[in-house]
T-cell receptor, first 113, second 113 residues
Framework: DTAVSQTPKYLVTQMGNDKSIKCEQN?????MYWYKQDSKKFLKIMFS???????INETVPNRFSPKSPDKAHLNLHINSLELGDSAVYFC????????????FGNGTRLTVT | SQQGEEDPQALSIQEGENATMNCSYK?????LQWYRQNSGRGLVHLIL?????REKHSGRLRVTLDTSKKSSSLLITASRAADTASYFC?????????????FGQGTTLQVKP
């Protein structure tokens, strides 16, 4: 069973389009995250949610809007995509915030052309 | 600014040798975590060491933490080709468990068979 699953794995789209990435975890964790990894492998947190409540919004452009319909799901919607949005986006979850290990999905590679 | 910095950025060794990776950080922390990332995959948690701990072991992995020097090391003993991956340290410096982990830029380890 996949603990943290995100779809799609690959996403190729043109500038200006709107796209969504979905994430689901079956670990019963309370906290979920979105991280962005750039081409140099630098990993940076974007958002975290605890029990559907936004906890961290790390100076991300408001074109990015996370949505958590329940504590097992955290989706990421991106409006008006730009070339600089090309990256790998990782969803993750943890039981007790950053005081416990994070479980990552396998990532969504977004390419904006 | 980036919290953790790994050293070296890249490491190439023969199977059977030990691999040591270092991580330095700038501010006081609650815990430090090490993760492994295989190519095209998500990060996998290896070890979490709390600020009041000095050393932890897990199988062939040994992690040390020196809070006075603000540094940590990850030692992989008797390396195998399957250990080839990128290794990241991540620090939690939040006092309120917001879930914000700061990742370093990683060490790319290649183990030659």
């Amino acid at each position: 069973d996949t603990a943290v699953s995100q779809t799609p794995k690959y996403l190729v789209t043109q500038m200006g389009n709107d796209k969504s990435i979905k994430c689901e975890q079956n670990l019963g964790h309370d906290t979920m995250y979105w991280y962005k990894q750039d081409s140099k492998k630098f990993l940076k947190i974007m958002f975290s949610y605890n029990n559907k409540e936004l906890i961290i919004n790390e100076t991300v452009p408001n074109r990015f809007s996370p949505k958590s319909p329940d504590k097992a799901h955290l989706n990421l919607h991106i409006n008006s995509l730009e070339l600089g949005d090309s990256a790998v986006y990782f969803c993750a979850s943890s039981q007790d915030g950053s005081w416990s290990p994070l479980h990552f999905g396998n990532g969504t590679r977004l390419t904006v052309t | 600014s980036q919290q953790g910095e790994e050293d070296p950025q890249a490491l190439s060794i023969q199977e059977g040798e030990n691999a040591t990776m270092n991580c330095s950080y700038k501010t006081s922390i609650n815990n430090l975590q090490w993760y492994r990332q295989n190519s095209g995959r998500g990060l996998v948690h290896l070890i979490l060491i709390r600020s009041n701990e000095r050393e932890k072991h897990s199988g062939r992995l040994r992690v040390t933490l020196d809070t006075s020097k603000k540094s940590s090391s990850l030692l992989i003993t008797a390396s195998r080709a399957a250990d080839t991956a990128s290794y990241f340290c991540a620090t939690d410096r939040s006092s309120s468990n917001t879930g914000k982990l700061i990742f370093g830029q990683g060490t790319t380890l290649q183990v030659k068979p």
